[in-house]
């Protein structure tokens, strides 16, 4: 569904464009989840951006993005706007400040059903209810009415999947979505993203430095290192059999513990996903 | 999201603003101050002197820039104008200034002063320069220092509201802690640490108000209640341009774009120097 | 909420009875009084005892100092000499032209500087940053007055299509509209360019927080993510600005009230100084610190309105 073509991203630089994202070429098929690893700097999240067409302004590319065969990069804006949202939704990394907080959660939902699709507001509003219910925050009628302010860390990023999922969209991208929060609030959120994405059948593009989190709940890996694709195959065999040197690094670079768990968690994950 | 502020960052610090404000506004506020001590030594005119018969001249028919409703040479006028505005505003911002500073510093330093200081400051806000000036020119009539006390005191809360909050941030630094256990006193770190650190606040502050200052002393000027005649102001070139506003329109010219180019001088001036000089702005910019 | 209302009001009393006491004590080492300012310099001193008895000024300052914050209470301020109309009346039909005149002064400001700063802020470094940058820089620097001056000269007596002066009065709305537009424009000119500069400061450092990409990634335009997440979170500084400007607003109107003849507050004041009418001078000033301060009151209030972090602050 999603095709990325040696997709390379530069940026204009004091000494000349320096390269964030360098010939970079992936697919994630329906119902399929990818999962991105590599350090922070290594042009994931551009990389992301990219496929949601948000680069900033400066930003120069080549090669193409094709969703379902039109290339991202070369729609207008206007034809972006109405993909955004509908088609591909987006999960980003810190829910501080990922909502806007002047407005209510109920209003920051209806917003994007509003924007793509032609109901009225109180529509909207039961609408943004049902997803509040389905993301599993507590007391959504009362939530509904809540600023960003009032909730926790956790209830915020729910208020962040449920927006990014409003429209049902075809493909999730989640950037670092459990990163900034508590180590308890991690699981149930990573539970509550697998089980929508199963149940809607979506794609997923999960983008984590956290190979726990990779491991768990994707069935295909990109490692990416410095902008460049260092290796790409299934999530067991990537983290399991890993033949680049980077990717041993990224492994070795874990504590033991951790290490072990993958090895289940790798194991659990592929068996569940086929 | 670490690499994408970077980048962005990174544009944005390529064009310095600064730079350009800082080259500009220099060069106009060194005219300024050049003309005005010029006018002390030279002028193409008597500034003062009338001559009726060649009354409401335009521009280069008679002298640079023209002669007013008494026959007086506008440009000369301009150029002792200059020195009268700058001197108003030295000594009213002067007065803010150090008044001012030394209410903020104070207030860092004693919670027991903050609330009264601020409180008082409140008030002073409250009071435009023109009011205060109206009041006393009830007390003390027109003149210098009607003008200098009535803009100098509006001045005090403004320069009280920068310095308290720049000598807080001073004060919760680590060397301070360090400076308390070396046995000093608050008045003694004040001297030693927390002035100097503020001071190029205060120098940005000063040359921005001077700005406000010679804007308002314009005002004042204007309503007749800055310098008596016949010292020139531009203020005062304003207000009686009005009677001649279709005859002479000069008049009403040439003394508003001298005000404006001293104000922007001064704003650009204080733009540039607070780009390099005050904290805060270098890491917005 | 509720509490933090209350202590700020107690603030603004304390501000507001420290601004009297600072008034009347001014007033009370102004040399002569309004007795011998209304009898001159014939009167013998049994007939100026006698107006002074009558008009209460013999009593301790203290006594006439309370009498007349009740007086400002109530709205009787004595009487002036100059017009020989109590004073209170005297203010509230000044009052009718100096607040529409701010008021729409400020209306005029924040209808220039939020289009021209947002629309600076949408591409900075853009041909429409360039031109708000410089009309910013270039309107803080010219004084309101001489706006106002070739205003006049300019679009009333070169155009002809404003008066260049002068006030009919309210009963003739149209034209009192028409009267009090330049002068405003005047007014507004100045702050318009203070509100631009932050308006677009403060709209841009918005439009790089995260929720503005959020919204763009739920699809919506850039002038979408802009007029509806970006200005309300960009609105604080600006309300601050504005609550700033109104002592500058009030110093203003005194002057363009005079470039334009228009029978306010400010020429009032300006009258009463040559007259030099101490009552009148004393309230007139008085009324203006207390607009100043119930500004910055309202100023307090819009902040909770603007931004919900704030409503719960007790």
Redesign the interface.
């Given at each position: 569904m999603l095709a990325i073509r040696n997709l390379s991203i530069a940026f204009p630089g004091p000494a000349g464009p320096a390269r964030v994202v360098d010939d970079v070429s992936v697919a994630v098929g329906r119902g399929e989840s990818l999962g991105i690893v590599g350090e922070s700097g290594s042009g994931k999240s551009m990389l992301s951006l990219a496929t949601i067409g948000l680069l900033p302004g400066s930003a120069r590319t080549s090669g193409e993005i094709l969703l379902d065969g039109k290339d991202i990069l070369r729609l207008r804006e206007r034809e972006l706007c109405s993909l955004r949202g509908r088609r591909i939704g987006m999960i980003f990394q810190e829910p501080m400040t990922a909502l806007n907080p002047a407005m209510t959660a109920g209003q920051q939902i209806a917003e994007g059903i509003r924007l793509h699709r032609t109901v009225g507001r109180s529509e909207a509003r039961a609408e943004a209810l049902r997803l509040l219910d389905r993301v599993r925050i507590p007391d959504p009628a009362r939530r509904i009415d809540s600023y960003p302010h009032e909730m926790s860390g956790g209830q915020r990023q729910r208020v962040g999947i449920a927006i990014a999922l409003a429209l049902k969209p075809d493909l999730l991208i989640a950037d670092e979505p459990t990163t900034a929060l508590d180590v308890t609030v991690q699981k149930e959120i990573l539970d509550i993203l697998d089980e929508l994405v199963a149940d809607l059948g979506l794609s997923l593009i999960l983008i984590s430095h956290d190979l726990g989190v990779i491991a768990r709940s994707t069935d295909r890996t990109l490692v990416m290192c410095r902008g460049r694709a260092v290796e790409e195959g299934p999530t067991e065999t990537v983290l399991r059999h890993p033949s680049a040197q980077y990717t041993r690094d990224l492994i070795a670079a874990l504590p033991r513990r951790a290490r072990a768990g993958l090895g289940d968690e790798a194991r659990h994950a592929a068996g569940g996903a086929r | 999201m670490t690499a994408l502020a970077k980048v962005s960052g990174a544009s944005f610090r390529l064009r310095r603003p600064g730079r350009a404000a800082l080259l500009v506004g220099g060069i106009l506020t060194a005219v300024l101050v050049g003309v005005a001590l010029l006018s002390l030594v030279w002028t193409p005119e008597d500034p003062a002197r009338m001559r009726i018969l060649q009354k409401l001249k335009g521009p280069l028919v008679s002298g640079l820039l023209g002669t007013d409703h008494l026959g007086r040479d506008v440009a000369s006028m301009l150029m002792r104008g200059a020195f009268n505005s700058l001197t108003t505003a030295f000594a009213a911002v002067g007065l803010g200034a150090v008044l001012g500073t030394l209410a903020g510093v104070a207030a860092a330093a004693r919670a027991g002063f903050d609330a009264v200081l601020m409180r008082i400051c409140d008030a002073l806000f409250a009071l435009p320069p023109i009011l205060s000036a109206i009041m006393l020119g009830a007390l003390l009539g027109p003149g210098a220092l009607t003008a200098i006390v009535a803009i100098g005191v509006f001045m005090i809360p403004v320069f009280a509201r920068v310095t308290r909050g720049a000598a807080m941030q001073i004060w919760a630094r680590d060397y301070i802690m360090a400076a308390r256990m070396a046995g000093k006193g608050t008045a003694r770190i004040t001297l030693e640490h927390v002035l100097p650190n503020i001071a190029g606040q205060v120098i940005v502050q000063v040359t921005i108000q001077l700005a406000m200052a010679i804007l308002t002393e314009a005002g004042l000027s204007f309503l007749g209640l800055g310098l008596p005649p016949p010292a020139p102001t531009w203020g005062r070139m304003l207000a009686e341009s009005q009677t001649y506003m279709l005859q002479a329109p000069h008049l009403a010219l040439a003394p508003g774009l001298a005000i404006a180019a001293a104000v922007l001088g001064l704003n650009l001036l204080g733009d540039g120097l607070a780009a390099r000089l005050d904290p805060r702005r270098r890491q917005a910019s | 909420m509720l509490r933090h209302l209350l202590r700020r009001a107690a603030?603004f009393a304390?501000?507001f009875l420290?601004?009297s006491v600072?008034?009347f004590c001014?007033?009370e080492?102004?040399p002569g009084d309004p007795a011998s300012a209304m009898l001159g310099t014939s009167a013998t001193p049994e007939t100026l005892a006698a107006l002074r008895a009558q008009m209460g000024l013999d009593a301790p300052a203290a006594i006439r100092y309370l009498r007349w914050l009740g007086g400002l209470a109530t709205g009787d301020m004595g009487v002036s000499f100059t017009y020989g109309v109590p004073v209170g009346g005297l203010i509230r039909e000044r009052l009718a032209v100096t607040l529409p005149l701010t008021g729409l002064a400020v209306l005029l400001a924040v209808g220039i500087a939020l289009p021209l700063g947002v629309t600076a802020a949408a591409?900075?470094?853009g041909v429409a940053d360039g031109a708000a940058t410089l009309y910013a820089?270039?309107g803080?620097?010219?004084?309101n007055?001489?706006i106002g001056?070739?205003l006049?000269?300019v679009v009333a007596?070169g155009l002809g299509w404003l008066p260049a002066g002068g006030f009919p009065g309210w009963d003739q709305p149209a034209a009192a509209l028409r009267a009090l537009l330049l002068p405003a424009l005047a007014l507004a000119i100045p702050q318009s360019a203070v509100l631009t500069r932050v308006t677009r400061?403060s709209v841009v450092?918005v439009m790089?927080?995260?929720?503005v990409?959020?919204?763009?990634?739920?699809?919506?335009?850039?002038s979408?993510a802009l007029w509806?997440?970006a200005v309300?979170?960009a609105l604080v500084p600006v309300i601050t600005m504005l609550g700033l400007q109104i002592?500058?607003l009030?110093?203003?109107a005194?002057?363009v009230e005079?470039?334009f003849t228009l029978p306010g507050m400010?020429r009032l004041?300006?009258q009463?100084?040559a007259q030099?009418d101490?009552i009148v001078?004393?309230n007139?000033?008085m009324v203006?610190?207390t607009i100043?301060?119930v500004v910055?009151l309202g100023v307090d209030l819009l902040y909770t309105v603007?931004?919900?972090?704030l409503r719960?602050r007790a």
């Open positions: - | - | 603030g304390v501000t420290l601004i600072l008034v001014m007033m080492i102004v591409r900075p470094g820089q270039a803080i620097a010219v004084p007055f001489w001056l070739l006049i000269m007596l400061a450092e790089n927080e995260d929720f990409r959020t919204a763009r990634a739920k699809g919506a335009s850039v979408r509806r997440h309300p979170n002592s500058f009030i110093g203003g005194v002057l005079n470039v400010g004041a300006w009463a100084l030099r101490l001078i004393q007139v000033v203006f610190a100043v301060i910055n603007v931004d919900p972090r719960r």
